[in-house]
């Protein structure tokens, strides 16, 4: 889990600028593509720069709630009492009233396609008693998933000076809902939902325009302007745009398409190592083996331009001394890959085998020969 959590991290810092393919010009504030399988970030403009969500805050609301059905701490049949404050919620409504019953489900259904606020603070209420209490539960959440730039006041994305996030924290959650509940997840993918006898699509309009889009919000505001968070799979690749601050619903939906459309064209996902393969032999001392082979634990992907994986350098670095026992899996060294000369990043390499610690005269020997080999 460590290394898979390095790399991740890795892959993350590994962005367009390191990368020869020009991104597309966007009419919006601030966007960034994300490749979901490596975690990579594809293309960006101000991708760190605070933006106000909207109802984008919504994707953190519905995670919170993932997370009690996945715990059982609620279920999807469980009734729910409406208090006058979700009745009386301004802005996108699923109307639900205090008097009429209402499950988990729908306020959930209510939240993702209708975008309700009346929904988000029922739900809000129901798991931490508060919105206010809700907001540290979003929070504590937004930490553990490293939004380091977010910061959730509501439920509902109403506009708050304390309320903010960015386009890169954004894109990390979406991929984390996709992630973490592949048994929710598909809610996003409905196109209406009735309640009260009232009908109401999903404000996503790219599930209308392209099949391969399942996902996942809209957002906005006066001040935020026009915002989505789309997700689209082709193949065995999944990509994630966050494009806000645009001018209207048909230029976010379009500036969207437009860069979910450029990563799946510009790039690839190459593996370029296999899980297990031994990439060299380490030397290792005081151990009953004298070389320890080295590689990755799970297969080695990357996105790249499309025909550049050929170009790939890899350059090996041990750690030394490398001292036994060493055990499968430990980090014994990094990889630096480059592309044209362009360092991509530094990937932690693992020991493919346990090397145990030799015997006594064994070690003796080795303490010699590095005793000699610093002199």
Same mark, same amino acid.
């Given at each position: 889990?460590?290394?898979?959590?390095?790399?991740?991290?890795?892959?993350?810092?590994?962005?367009?600028?390191?990368?020869?393919?020009?991104?597309?010009?966007?009419?919006?504030?601030?966007?960034?593509?994300?490749?979901?399988?490596?975690?990579? &970030? %594809?293309?960006?403009?101000?991708?760190?720069?605070?933006?106000?969500?909207?109802?984008?805050?919504?994707?953190?609301?519905?995670?919170?709630?993932?997370?009690?059905?996945?715990?059982?701490?609620?279920?999807?049949?469980?009734?729910?009492?409406?208090?006058?404050?979700?009745?009386?919620?301004? +802005?996108?409504? !699923?109307?639900?009233?205090?008097? *009429?019953?209402?499950?988990?489900?729908?306020?959930?259904? +209510?939240?993702? &396609?209708?975008? @309700?606020?009346?929904?988000?603070?029922?739900?809000?209420?129901?798991?931490?008693?508060?919105?206010?209490?809700?907001?540290?539960?979003?929070?504590?959440?937004?930490?553990?998933?490293? !939004?380091?730039?977010?910061?959730?006041?509501?439920?509902?994305?109403?506009?708050?000076?304390?309320?903010?996030?960015?386009?890169?924290?954004?894109?990390?959650?979406?991929?984390?809902?996709? *992630?973490?509940?592949?048994?929710?997840?598909?809610?996003?993918?409905?196109?209406?939902?009735?309640?009260?006898?009232?009908?109401?699509?999903?404000?996503?309009?790219?599930?209308?325009?392209?099949?391969?889009?399942? +996902?996942?919000?809209?957002?906005?505001?006066?001040?935020?302007?026009?915002?989505?968070?789309?997700?689209?799979?082709?193949?065995?690749?999944?990509?994630? /745009?966050?494009?806000?601050?645009?001018?209207?619903?048909?230029?976010?939906?379009?500036?969207?398409?437009?860069?979910?459309?450029?990563?799946?064209?510009?790039?690839?996902?190459?593996?370029?190592?296999?899980?297990?393969?031994?990439?060299?032999?380490?030397?290792?001392?005081? @151990?009953?083996?004298?070389?320890?082979?080295?590689?990755?634990?799970?297969?080695?992907?990357?996105?790249?331009?499309?025909?550049?994986?050929?170009?790939? /350098?890899?350059?090996?670095? /041990?750690?030394?001394?490398?001292?036994?026992?060493?055990?499968?899996?430990?980090?014994?060294?990094?990889?630096?890959?480059?592309?044209?000369? *362009? &360092?991509?990043?530094?990937?932690?390499?693992?020991?493919?085998?346990?090397?145990?610690?030799?015997?006594?005269? @064994?070690? %003796?020997?080795?303490?010699?020969?590095?005793?000699?080999?610093?002199?």
């Amino acid at each position: 889990m460590r290394f898979v959590l390095s790399l991740l991290l890795a892959f993350v810092a590994f962005s367009a600028t390191a990368q020869s393919v020009p991104a597309p010009a966007l009419a919006a504030k601030a966007w960034l593509l994300l490749d979901h399988g490596t975690g990579q &970030v %594809l293309a960006a403009h101000e991708p760190d720069t605070r933006i106000e969500p909207a109802s984008l805050t919504k994707l953190m609301t519905a995670y919170v709630t993932f997370a009690a059905l996945k715990a059982g701490t609620i279920t999807m049949e469980q009734q729910v009492t409406v208090s006058d404050r979700a009745w009386r919620q301004e +802005g996108s409504r !699923m109307f639900i009233e205090p008097r *009429r019953p209402v499950t988990v489900g729908e306020l959930i259904r +209510g939240m993702i &396609v209708q975008s @309700g606020n009346d929904a988000c603070v029922a739900l809000a209420e129901l798991l931490a008693g508060s919105e206010e209490a809700f907001a540290e539960l979003m929070n504590r959440e937004a930490r553990r998933l490293g !939004m380091t730039n977010t910061h959730f006041t509501n439920a509902t994305g109403l506009p708050d000076p304390q309320l903010y996030t960015t386009v890169r924290d954004l894109s990390r959650l979406a991929s984390a809902i996709v *992630r973490d509940f592949p048994e929710y997840y598909p809610l996003y993918s409905e196109k209406e939902f009735t309640y009260n006898k009232i009908t109401q699509p999903n404000r996503n309009r790219l599930l209308w325009m392209d099949s391969t889009v399942d +996902g996942i919000k809209t957002g906005h505001t006066s001040s935020a302007g026009y915002c989505l968070v789309a997700s689209a799979q082709r193949g065995p690749r999944r990509l994630i /745009s966050v494009v806000v601050g645009t001018d209207s619903d048909t230029i976010r939906t379009q500036e969207s398409l437009k860069l979910l459309n450029f990563g799946f064209q510009f790039f690839d996902t190459v593996q370029l190592y296999a899980a297990g393969q031994a990439l060299s032999q380490f030397r290792i001392w005081k @151990g009953q083996a004298k070389e320890v082979p080295v590689g990755f634990v799970s297969n080695f992907v990357m996105s790249l331009p499309k025909g550049q994986a050929e170009k790939i /350098s890899a350059t090996l670095t /041990s750690q030394q001394p490398l001292v036994a026992p060493v055990q499968k899996g430990q980090t014994v060294g990094t990889m630096q890959l480059a592309l044209e000369g *362009r &360092v991509l990043g530094e990937y932690p390499v693992v020991a493919l085998q346990d090397v145990p610690l030799a015997g006594f005269f @064994g070690r %003796l020997w080795d303490a010699l020969l590095m005793w000699i080999k610093n002199l």
